[in-house]
């Protein structure tokens, strides 16, 4: 503080004035202010993000139905009388629903709009109606109310979605088709029930008949080989690497490369598993198993780098603690070590796996992108997953899958949610405190 | 022998002096040693590195059989490396190396056939933090009896467990809670806890590394009484920067200064009547 030239130390007091206390106190208010300003912006969005998805997507949950009196006759369904199965299978019920509908409508006359008629309700019908005959035979020979899927385009125009007051071109259902299911609706023959196809059945053309249970049973097996793959591969990779391993260059290469990989772009995986599973290896196409081989690979450099941190976060004084009572270096890690780096390890698998649940580009590599109707029974059946099958529902251009879309989207939502909450419950099981 | 220590005291010793001085020492423990304690752990001109950086320059030291020796010496002295020594804790560490000899019971601890994890049980080791597994208190005193299979059913580990936590003091404090966590103790309770933890598989040595540094002056001496309790059973060596601690709790005291062991006798002789200048700035607190 002293000047060779002047005597007098310099003695500077700290700044205790009012002025410099309330521009303190003013920046901290500001600070704080865009804190919750941030906070505000991102709630926001997230709100308009789940406000519109659920506002487009909460109609796909209900369906509008027809009530037709079907007349059960013996002589279509059953004509020998044996109520055979394979006869009852093999009955024409198409006609007998359409039989219905002009009992309904007599008036109605002309092949042109007998056959808008009969687009009033869904081209599935038949199926359901053959579904009910074949549960209760004893049916046979009655004449049964029988609620129907409309069709997709009568059940947006039920909803809304398709206006009214348009001119006849530029609408998907003509007034003759409106004036009919007025009359229906007049009749209390309409009615919006809960869509249970919608979570029941795969992939269909017709809307009505759509549903994510496909994807959503292709989604748990692609992500259950991924889980089984990554896991363990991930955590033996980790524990090897931190704990075992020597540090030396070569080490130091695989860290790097580790690292590298955990930002390679996941359609990069997906050629890789084009080429290597499908082309050399020859597995199938589309299938849950190569889904999930490719969504592993993806996911190992993150339960590796997650895994390694949760390990080198437990402290070395517990690593001690265990060698110095003479418990061996795999005794330490897997009676003290892994344990108390289990819920770090954890959460980590579960953020890659929530990343490999939301992965679509991959996929498309290795054929998931298909249109596959049936439920997938195994890992190597023809299967989809749900955000694949949003991006073909995205594309489709009937008004109906506008809304199932969203719908499935909030079921994807719904998947991750389970699973974050899972890996809650499961960090909160494994949590020691120390 | 004063000759040697002539020089060591004036200027920074190199090799060669040190083995000068390290001999010199040797005879001077067999001129005094008349008590009836045998040699335990006797370390013969150990040298260790961490990766360039040597840390210890040929320390040869005999710690007596039912004897606490006490590690004395300013920060940095090589003592906590000397200790980590005995039990080969050093080998945990990739880039230390350790050259030299030391034996327990005339075994070759260094030897390639001597099974490390067999040595640890053998040489307790007590750290400076109390470290405690996160775990109930009747398992951290139960683990180690039970990797090293010394027990056949639950009574037996029962009866470990209550016998250690009994020779460690805890015994009354904790038994009737002996499913709480390690961790909910208090520090010297802690410390107990590890001591326990340490003597339940029955070594021949226990190393203690700074066992007191955390605690307060209460737990302290209750550590040290501890301390003369187990030394009937126990062979100790206690690294400690309290000089009345060591003066207070061990029989022998080496004292370590840049990585060289300047002196080491019966605790009286060092404080009272030390041979080497450093040793006595040390203790009358000139440096350290």
Same mark, same amino acid.
């Given at each position: 503080?002293?000047?060779?030239?002047i005597?007098?130390p310099?003695?500077?007091?700290?700044?205790?004035?009012?002025?410099? =206390?309330?521009?303190?106190?003013?920046?901290?208010?500001?600070?704080?202010?865009?804190?919750?300003?941030?906070?505000?912006?991102?709630l926001?969005?997230?709100?308009?993000?789940?406000?519109?998805?659920?506002?487009?997507?909460?109609?796909?949950?209900?369906?509008?139905e027809i009530?037709?009196?079907?007349?059960?006759?013996?002589?279509?369904?059953?004509p020998?009388?044996?109520?055979?199965?394979?006869?009852?299978?093999?009955?024409?019920?198409r006609?007998?629903?359409r039989d219905?509908?002009?009992?309904?409508?007599?008036?109605?006359?002309?092949?042109?709009?007998?056959?808008?008629?009969?687009?009033?309700v869904?081209?599935?019908s038949?199926?359901?109606?053959r579904?009910?005959?074949?549960?209760?035979?004893?049916?046979i020979?009655?004449?049964?109310?029988?609620?129907?899927?409309?069709?997709?385009?009568?059940?947006q125009?039920?909803?809304?979605a398709?206006?009214?007051?348009?001119?006849?071109?530029?609408r998907?259902?003509?007034?003759a088709?409106?004036?009919?299911?007025?009359?229906?609706?007049?009749?209390?023959?309409?009615?919006?029930?809960?869509?249970?196809?919608?979570?029941?059945?795969?992939?269909?053309?017709?809307?009505?008949?759509?549903?994510?249970?496909?994807?959503?049973?292709?989604?748990?097996?692609?992500?259950?080989?991924?889980?089984?793959?990554?896991f363990?591969i991930g955590?033996?990779?980790?524990?090897?690497?931190?704990?075992?391993?020597?540090?030396?260059?070569?080490?130091?290469?695989?860290?790097?490369?580790?690292?590298?990989?955990?930002?390679?772009?996941?359609?990069?995986?997906?050629?890789?598993?084009?080429a290597?599973?499908?082309?050399?290896?020859?597995?199938?196409?589309?299938?849950?198993?190569?889904?999930?081989?490719?969504?592993?690979?993806?996911?190992?450099?993150?339960?590796?780098?997650a895994?390694?941190?949760?390990?080198?976060?437990?402290?070395?004084?517990?690593?001690?603690?265990?060698l110095?009572?003479?418990a061996?270096?795999?005794?330490?890690?897997?009676?003290?070590?892994?344990? =108390?780096a289990?819920?770090?390890?954890?959460?980590?698998?579960?953020?890659?796996m929530?990343r490999?649940?939301?992965?679509?580009?991959?996929?498309?590599?290795?054929?998931?992108?298909?249109?596959?109707?049936?439920?997938?029974?195994g890992?190597?059946?023809?299967a989809?997953?749900?955000?694949?099958?949003?991006f =073909?529902?995205?594309?489709?251009?009937?008004?109906?899958?506008?809304?199932?879309t969203?719908?499935?989207?909030m079921?994807?939502?719904?998947?991750?949610?389970?699973?974050?909450?899972?890996?809650?419950?499961?960090?909160?099981?494994?949590?020691?405190?120390? | 022998?004063t000759?040697?220590?002539?020089?060591?005291?004036?200027v920074?010793?190199?090799?060669?002096?040190?083995?000068?001085?390290?001999?010199?020492?040797?005879?001077?423990?067999t001129?005094?040693?008349?008590?009836?304690?045998?040699t335990?752990?006797?370390?013969?001109?150990?040298?260790?590195?961490?990766?360039?950086?040597?840390?210890?320059?040929?320390?040869?030291?005999?710690?007596?059989?039912?004897?606490?020796?006490?590690?004395?010496?300013?920060?940095?002295?090589?003592?906590?490396?000397?200790?980590?020594?005995?039990?080969?804790?050093?080998?945990?560490?990739?880039?230390c190396?350790?050259?030299?000899?030391i034996?327990?019971?005339?075994?070759?601890?260094?030897?390639?056939?001597?099974?490390?994890?067999?040595?640890?049980?053998?040489?307790?080791?007590?750290?400076?933090?109390?470290?405690p597994?996160p775990?109930?208190?009747?398992?951290?005193?139960?683990?180690?009896?039970?990797?090293?299979?010394?027990?056949?059913?639950?009574?037996?580990?029962?009866?470990?467990?209550?016998?250690?936590?009994?020779?460690?003091?805890?015994?009354?404090?904790?038994?009737?809670?002996?499913?709480?966590?390690?961790?909910?103790?208090?520090?010297?309770?802690?410390?107990?806890?590890?001591?326990?933890?340490?003597?339940?598989?029955?070594?021949?040595?226990?190393?203690?590394d700074?066992?007191?540094?955390a605690l307060d002056?209460?737990?302290?001496?209750?550590?040290?009484?501890?301390?003369?309790?187990?030394?009937?059973?126990?062979?100790?060596?206690?690294?400690?920067?309290?000089?009345?601690?060591?003066a207070?709790?061990?029989?022998?005291t080496?004292?370590?200064?840049?990585?060289?062991?300047?002196?080491?006798?019966?605790?009286?002789?060092?404080?009272?009547?030390?041979?080497?200048?450093?040793?006595?700035?040390?203790?009358?607190?000139?440096?350290?």
């Amino acid at each position: 503080m002293t000047d060779p030239t002047i005597d007098q130390p310099i003695t500077r007091k700290p700044d205790f004035s009012a002025t410099h =206390l309330r521009k303190r106190y003013r920046a901290e208010a500001r600070f704080k202010f865009y804190g919750v300003a941030a906070i505000f912006a991102a709630l926001a969005m997230l709100a308009i993000l789940l406000g519109s998805i659920i506002s487009t997507g909460s109609s796909a949950f209900t369906q509008t139905e027809i009530a037709l009196d079907i007349k059960l006759d013996a002589a279509k369904i059953d004509p020998d009388g044996t109520r055979d199965p394979e006869s009852l299978a093999r009955a024409n019920y198409r006609t007998i629903v359409r039989d219905a509908m002009r009992a309904q409508f007599p008036e109605v006359s002309g092949r042109r709009d007998l056959r808008k008629l009969y687009k009033l309700v869904s081209t599935g019908s038949d199926f359901t109606l053959r579904q009910i005959v074949e549960a209760d035979p004893a049916l046979i020979g009655t004449t049964q109310t029988i609620w129907f899927k409309s069709s997709a385009d009568l059940d947006q125009l039920n909803k809304g979605a398709i206006p009214r007051d348009v001119p006849e071109g530029d609408r998907r259902v003509n007034d003759a088709q409106i004036t009919w299911f007025d009359a229906l609706s007049d009749d209390g023959r309409t009615r919006r029930s809960f869509n249970t196809t919608f979570f029941t059945s795969g992939d269909s053309r017709e809307p009505e008949q759509a549903g994510v249970w496909g994807a959503v049973v292709g989604t748990m097996l692609t992500l259950f080989v991924t889980l089984v793959l990554s896991f363990p591969i991930g955590v033996m990779s980790a524990v090897y690497l931190e704990e075992f391993a020597p540090k030396n260059r070569w080490t130091d290469l695989i860290e790097v490369n580790i690292n590298n990989l955990a930002a390679v772009p996941s359609i990069v995986f997906g050629l890789l598993g084009l080429a290597v599973f499908l082309n050399f290896f020859g597995l199938p196409r589309s299938a849950p198993l190569v889904g999930g081989l490719v969504l592993a690979l993806m996911t190992l450099p993150t339960v590796i780098i997650a895994g390694r941190a949760a390990l080198q976060s437990v402290p070395p004084s517990i690593r001690e603690a265990a060698l110095g009572v003479g418990a061996s270096p795999l005794q330490t890690v897997s009676h003290h070590v892994l344990p =108390l780096a289990m819920p770090g390890i954890l959460t980590g698998t579960i953020i890659g796996m929530a990343r490999a649940l939301g992965e679509t580009a991959p996929l498309l590599m290795i054929g998931m992108v298909a249109f596959i109707v049936d439920i997938p029974r195994g890992f190597t059946d023809a299967a989809t997953v749900l955000p694949v099958q949003v991006f =073909l529902w995205a594309d489709a251009p009937e008004r109906a899958f506008v809304e199932r879309t969203s719908a499935a989207i909030m079921v994807l939502l719904a998947f991750l949610i389970l699973m974050n909450l899972a890996a809650v419950l499961l960090r909160r099981k494994f949590e020691r405190r120390w | 022998m004063t000759e040697a220590i002539y020089v060591e005291g004036t200027v920074r010793p190199d090799e060669e002096s040190v083995t000068g001085m390290s001999e010199a020492i040797e005879t001077d423990t067999t001129e005094t040693e008349t008590a009836p304690f045998p040699t335990k752990v006797k370390a013969n001109n150990v040298d260790a590195f961490y990766a360039e950086k040597q840390a210890l320059f040929g320390v040869s030291l005999d710690v007596p059989e039912n004897q606490v020796t006490a590690l004395i010496g300013p920060s940095g002295c090589g003592k906590s490396t000397f200790l980590r020594c005995i039990n080969r804790m050093n080998d945990t560490i990739p880039i230390c190396r350790v050259t030299g000899d030391i034996t327990i019971d005339e075994q070759d601890i260094y030897d390639p056939a001597i099974d490390v994890v067999q040595l640890r049980a053998r040489v307790g080791m007590v750290f400076q933090k109390p470290n405690p597994f996160p775990k109930s208190i009747y398992e951290n005193v139960a683990y180690g009896p039970r990797i090293h299979g010394m027990a056949q059913g639950k009574a037996d580990i029962d009866d470990l467990v209550e016998s250690s936590l009994q020779r460690a003091g805890l015994w009354n404090e904790v038994k009737d809670r002996l499913g709480e966590s390690g961790t909910s103790l208090s520090g010297g309770q802690q410390q107990r806890l590890c001591i326990a933890r340490a003597i339940a598989v029955n070594p021949d040595v226990i190393l203690m590394d700074e066992p007191c540094s955390a605690l307060d002056p209460i737990a302290t001496a209750r550590i040290e009484e501890l301390m003369d309790e187990l030394r009937q059973n126990y062979t100790i060596v206690i690294v400690t920067h309290s000089m009345q601690q060591a003066a207070r709790v061990s029989q022998r005291t080496a004292f370590f200064h840049l990585g060289y062991l300047v002196e080491s006798g019966a605790t009286e002789m060092i404080f009272t009547n030390p041979e080497d200048t450093r040793t006595q700035d040390y203790i009358t607190g000139r440096f350290g």
